[in-house]
């Protein structure tokens, strides 16, 4: 569904995506607008569902969690019975930061796991993963060094 978002819109988005903590005050300052009608278009973005969630990043790396692996997994049949049990089951997994169906390679899906180490790596995989029903193959690669990490959207090509 596209919807159309005006410069002063846009601008919220993107300033809400830069710094979630942002007060009403701030923000209506920032985009030229007084406190209430900007609350109104932030609401207005919550509703219309474009403000998913708001949310703090923290430093894995701070907190020991040093380990990123992206993990392709193959599975044996390709029924919706069998996908749906299969996210369901990583869905119920902490260490599962995203899991998608992917096209192009022989996996059907894969995952972004981040654990502390190889020990819990191996635990989560060997003990959880390939446990599931209808894994037929894995495949791992793990991140050696994270380049570049955005999380705020590009809004430059929505009209």
């Given at each position: 569904?596209?919807?159309?978002?005006?410069?002063?819109d846009?601008?919220?988005?993107?300033?809400i995506?830069?710094?979630?903590?942002?007060?009403?005050?701030?923000?209506?300052?920032?985009?030229?607008?007084?406190?209430?009608?900007?609350?109104?278009?932030?609401?207005?973005?919550?509703?219309?569902?474009?403000?998913?969630?708001?949310?703090?990043?923290?430093?894995?790396?701070?907190?020991?969690?040093?380990?990123t692996?992206?993990?392709?997994?193959?599975?044996?049949?390709?029924t919706p019975e069998?996908?749906?049990?299969?996210?369901?089951?990583?869905?119920?997994?902490?260490?599962?930061?995203?899991?998608?169906?992917?096209?192009?390679?022989?996996?059907?899906?894969?995952?972004?796991?981040?654990?502390?180490?190889?020990?819990?790596?191996?635990?989560?995989?060997?003990?959880?993963?390939?446990?599931?029903?209808?894994?037929?193959?894995?495949?791992?690669?793990?991140?050696?060094?994270?380049?570049?990490?955005?999380?705020?959207?590009?809004?430059?090509?929505?009209?």
């Amino acid at each position: 569904m596209n919807m159309k978002l005006d410069r002063t819109d846009k601008l919220i988005l993107n300033l809400i995506q830069e710094n979630g903590r942002i007060s009403n005050l701030e923000l209506a300052d920032k985009i030229g607008l007084s406190a209430s009608p900007c609350s109104r278009r932030v609401k207005n973005l919550e509703e219309l569902g474009l403000i998913d969630k708001h949310v703090t990043l923290l430093d894995q790396a701070k907190l020991g969690l040093k380990l990123t692996a992206y993990i392709h997994i193959s599975m044996d049949r390709h029924t919706p019975e069998r996908f749906d049990n299969f996210e369901a089951e990583i869905a119920a997994i902490p260490d599962v930061m995203e899991c998608c169906i992917i096209t192009g390679s022989d996996a059907d899906f894969q995952l972004k796991v981040i654990v502390p180490d190889m020990e819990h790596y191996q635990e989560l995989l060997l003990g959880k993963i390939t446990r599931i029903k209808g894994v037929t193959g894995v495949k791992s690669s793990f991140m050696l060094r994270n380049v570049l990490s955005r999380t705020v959207l590009p809004l430059d090509h929505i009209k």
